[in-house]
């Protein structure tokens, strides 16, 4: 079936460093999401993307549907960036659900 | 910022038991999903919905039930718990093809 490849599954980052995760579709996706689950379980949202690139302070979100993959950066990585990242997709033709990727888990140190 | 509340935050259940976990939305959304984390993992989509008094299943439906009596509410019911469902249970909405928003997440430990 339709699946959302994410990588890496874990990372670690100083402070101060940046990096890029990355989602991989196996078919054409509509949209994708990324999400951050903080160290209280929370899932934020952080990005909603149909096409192009998003930016929201030290986080930078690509999106290509042709190419078919997403890709999140973070620069400056702060110890609250600590958590699991998800990336999730929508598939063209059915927005009712998401497709998700396993998550990447990222550690910041000091 | 959108708006989802779930309750209990936590339960400890019995095996066999009834279960109901709830959730609330003031984001006028239509859609409205329960997922389960387990430890370690992704998210797995049990049950949603896109309008009142209307459910769908998801990936996982077996052993749970949904309701969905509003546009606001939106249940998820284990009718007999098992060993099995212990997980933390998100509750999220959306405006379907737009941002989800997820709930602070239920604790749900079947002894």
């Known amino acids: 079936g339709d699946q959302v490849e994410q990588s890496p599954s874990a990372l670690s980052l100083h402070e101060g460093t940046g990096s890029a995760l990355r989602c991989n579709f196996t078919?054409?996706?509509?949209?994708v999401q990324w999400f951050q689950q903080n160290s209280r379980g929370s899932l934020i949202n952080l990005f909603y993307l149909a096409s192009g690139t998003k930016e929201n302070g030290r986080l930078k979100s690509t999106f290509n549907s042709k190419e078919s993959y997403s890709t999140l950066h973070i620069r400056d990585a702060q110890l609250e960036d600590s958590g699991t990242y998800f990336c999730a997709a929508e598939n063209v033709g059915d927005n009712s659900k998401l497709i998700w990727g396993l998550g990447t888990s990222l550690v910041v140190n000091p | 910022e959108a708006a989802v509340t779930q309750s209990p935050r936590s339960k400890v259940a019995v095996t066999g038991g009834k279960v109901t976990l709830s959730c609330h939305q003031t984001n006028n959304h239509d859609y409205m999903y329960w997922y389960r984390q387990d430890t370690g993992h992704g998210l797995r989509l049990i049950h949603y919905s896109y309008v009142a008094d209307s459910t769908e299943k998801g990936d996982i439906p077996d052993g749970y039930k949904a309701s969905r009596p509003s546009q606001e509410n939106f249940s998820l019911i284990l009718e007999l718990a098992s060993l099995s469902q212990t997980a933390v249970y998100f509750c999220?909405?959306?405006?379907?093809?737009?941002?989800?928003?997820f709930g602070h997440g239920t604790k749900l430990s079947v002894l």
């Open positions: 078919t054409t996706m509509r949209a």
């Open positions: 999220a909405s959306s405006a379907g093809g737009e941002r989800l928003f």
